[in-house]
């Protein structure tokens, strides 16, 4: 089905009584966030989706008149319903475009709920997601467990004979070039730090933060939260990692399973309730660690509270910095570099201008601007993996507007690493992917073997 934008113009105003008659499963989309929704238009040229397929049901304006006509009893949750909801990147560059700050994400994600309650996972997709978002992510011990067998699978010489021997190619071609660009996989810095309650600030204490180590984040990109302590206690941080901290549950949401989702969440309130300040070094973590009021909203209401009490508490390690002062460093890295604009970092946090003022400020770096920064790249959490073609598309388009002639391409989230990686050698480049942190690490790591 194709919603014609004359059918747009004829949507009638929405009220309380019906739009929750018609949504009958519990946690149902907030008709709040659409009800200022006017059908403008404004949304359409931020949309990756749209912009690749000109298809009304593939916009920001298209979906909130489905996620509407649902409500109102003109649609049911059907296939209809659901390809366009879940072909959506959730990447919040409507709600920027948006002149009254629509929240299509959010409402996404509910109506992602809903069908999820509705039309539940069958066969191998049913497999895969209870493997790994129900019985991996959740759990540290089998999160370690994973990560040593990445480790082993790079270390032993198994991905190089998998890889010469053609082995990797039963794997969909999607898969093949995501495992081409996979980091090394080292010690994860919650096994590192495993007995030390606080790691103490270098010289005198300024202020004592919690950090989120992550999931993914941990098993893959131990290095970037290593770098991240390292800033953290250089510029007077004492840093605690909770150790009953869980994934944020980010994934388990943006697949629509919310029952998850809030469980996480309650353990990460519970487990950071002591803490003044939550930081988080992944774009993503940090946007679903600030909206975990949300996921209470209808469904146990007496955890909202708490829950918007710990969001407060959480903020994106570059504008922690940037607000709290950092030190300059005085080594030069001289690199020239440009920075690509992590969706839930830019149009989810509001966070743009913090990490290019870091990259400004180490000594020898010259920044180059990259037209349309803030446009997905097509990683959007397991979007790449769910939705390869469209993903594929949207990241080609992305590696369209990065610089021919920089060494370095600075981002901070770990979905767009991998998938500007995946960019770069596809497309024949050569930059080199850096999380913005660990250019500020590498530049007080020089100065410090320079004295």
Same mark, same amino acid.
């Given at each position: 089905?194709?919603?014609?934008?004359s059918?747009?113009?004829?949507?009638p105003?929405?009220?309380?009584q019906?739009?929750?008659?018609?949504?009958l499963l519990?946690?149902h989309?907030?008709?709040?966030?659409?009800a200022d929704?006017?059908?403008?238009?404004?949304c359409?040229?931020s949309?990756?989706?749209?912009?690749?397929?000109?298809?009304?049901?593939?916009?920001?304006?298209?979906?909130v008149?489905?996620?509407?006509?649902?409500a109102?009893?003109r649609?049911?949750?059907?296939?209809?319903?659901?390809?366009?909801v879940?072909?959506?990147?959730?990447c919040?560059?409507?709600?920027?475009?948006?002149?009254?700050?629509v929240?299509?994400?959010?409402?996404?994600?509910?109506?992602r709920?809903?069908?999820?309650?509705?039309?539940?996972?069958?066969?191998?997709?049913?497999?895969?997601n209870?493997?790994?978002?129900?019985?991996?992510f959740p759990?540290?011990?089998?999160?370690n467990?994973?990560?040593?067998?990445?480790?082993f699978?790079?270390?032993?010489g198994?991905?190089?004979?998998v890889q010469?021997?053609?082995?990797?190619?039963?794997?969909?071609?999607?898969?093949?070039?995501?495992?081409?660009?996979?980091?090394?996989?080292?010690?994860?810095?919650?096994?590192?730090?495993?007995?030390?309650?606080?790691?103490?600030?270098?010289?005198?204490?300024?202020?004592?933060?919690a950090?989120?180590?992550?999931?993914?984040?941990?098993?893959?990109?131990?290095?970037?939260n290593?770098s991240? &302590?390292n800033v953290?206690?250089?510029?007077?941080?004492d %840093?605690?990692i !909770?150790?009953?901290?869980? $994934? =944020? #549950?980010?994934?388990?949401?943006?697949?629509?399973?919310?029952?998850?989702?809030?469980?996480?969440?309650?353990?990460n309130?519970?487990?950071?309730?002591?803490?003044?300040?939550?930081?988080?070094?992944?774009?993503?973590?940090?946007?679903?660690?600030?909206?975990?009021?949300?996921?209470?909203?209808?469904?146990?209401?007496?955890?909202?509270?708490?829950?918007?009490?710990?969001?407060a508490?959480?903020?994106?390690?570059?504008k922690?910095?940037?607000?709290?002062?950092?030190?300059?460093?005085?080594?030069?890295?001289?690199?020239r570099?440009?920075?690509?604009?992590?969706?839930h970092?830019?149009?989810?946090?509001?966070?743009?201008?913090?990490?290019?003022? &870091?990259?400004?400020?180490?000594?020898?770096?010259?920044? %180059?601007?990259? !037209?349309?920064a803030?446009? $997905? =790249? #097509?990683s959007a959490?397991?979007?790449?993996?769910t939705?390869?073609?469209?993903a594929?598309?949207v990241?080609?388009?992305?590696m369209?507007?990065?610089?021919d002639?920089?060494?370095?391409i600075?981002m901070?989230?770990p979905?767009?690493?991998?998938?500007m990686a995946?960019?770069?050698?596809?497309?024949?480049?050569n930059?080199?992917?850096v999380?913005t942190?660990?250019?500020?690490?590498?530049?007080?790591?020089k100065?410090?073997?320079?004295k």
């Amino acid at each position: 089905m194709t919603v014609k934008e004359s059918e747009l113009k004829k949507v009638p105003p929405c009220t309380t009584q019906r739009s929750l008659s018609n949504y009958l499963l519990r946690d149902h989309p907030d008709e709040n966030k659409w009800a200022d929704c006017v059908h403008c238009g404004m949304c359409l040229e931020s949309c990756p989706t749209y912009e690749l397929t000109g298809q009304e049901q593939h916009s920001p304006r298209g979906r909130v008149y489905l996620i509407q006509s649902v409500a109102e009893g003109r649609m049911e949750v059907n296939k209809q319903f659901m390809d366009p909801v879940f072909a959506c990147l959730d990447c919040r560059a409507c709600t920027t475009a948006c002149p009254a700050d629509v929240d299509v994400g959010g409402l996404i994600e509910e109506a992602r709920g809903q069908i999820r309650q509705a039309i539940p996972l069958t066969g191998w997709k049913r497999s895969v997601n209870k493997f790994f978002l129900q019985g991996v992510f959740p759990h540290q011990n089998r999160l370690n467990m994973f990560g040593n067998f990445l480790r082993f699978y790079q270390k032993s010489g198994m991905q190089k004979v998998v890889q010469k021997t053609k082995l990797i190619n039963v794997m969909p071609q999607h898969l093949v070039e995501m495992e081409a660009v996979m980091p090394e996989v080292q010690q994860p810095v919650r096994k590192k730090f495993n007995n030390e309650t606080v790691i103490k600030a270098k010289g005198e204490t300024k202020n004592e933060v919690a950090f989120l180590t992550g999931c993914v984040m941990d098993v893959m990109f131990s290095d970037i939260n290593e770098s991240t &302590i390292n800033v953290l206690t250089r510029n007077g941080n004492d %840093v605690s990692i !909770p150790k009953n901290q869980t $994934c =944020c #549950g980010a994934l388990h949401v943006h697949a629509g399973d919310r029952d998850t989702g809030r469980k996480l969440a309650k353990q990460n309130i519970e487990a950071f309730q002591d803490a003044e300040k939550v930081i988080v070094n992944a774009a993503g973590c940090g946007c679903m660690l600030q909206e975990y009021g949300e996921l209470f909203r209808e469904v146990e209401p007496e955890w909202r509270e708490k829950a918007e009490a710990f969001s407060a508490k959480v903020e994106d390690i570059s504008k922690y910095l940037h607000d709290t002062g950092y030190e300059k460093p005085k080594a030069e890295l001289n690199k020239r570099i440009t920075y690509h604009d992590a969706c839930h970092l830019a149009h989810g946090q509001g966070v743009r201008q913090e990490p290019r003022d &870091i990259l400004l400020d180490i000594p020898g770096v010259e920044m %180059v601007h990259m !037209p349309n920064a803030d446009r $997905c =790249c #097509g990683s959007a959490g397991i979007y790449n993996i769910t939705n390869p073609e469209m993903a594929g598309a949207v990241l080609e388009s992305k590696m369209e507007n990065v610089p021919d002639d920089v060494e370095m391409i600075s981002m901070g989230n770990p979905g767009c690493m991998l998938q500007m990686a995946v960019g770069v050698q596809k497309y024949g480049r050569n930059q080199k992917i850096v999380h913005t942190v660990q250019l500020l690490d590498w530049a007080y790591q020089k100065e410090e073997g320079e004295k």
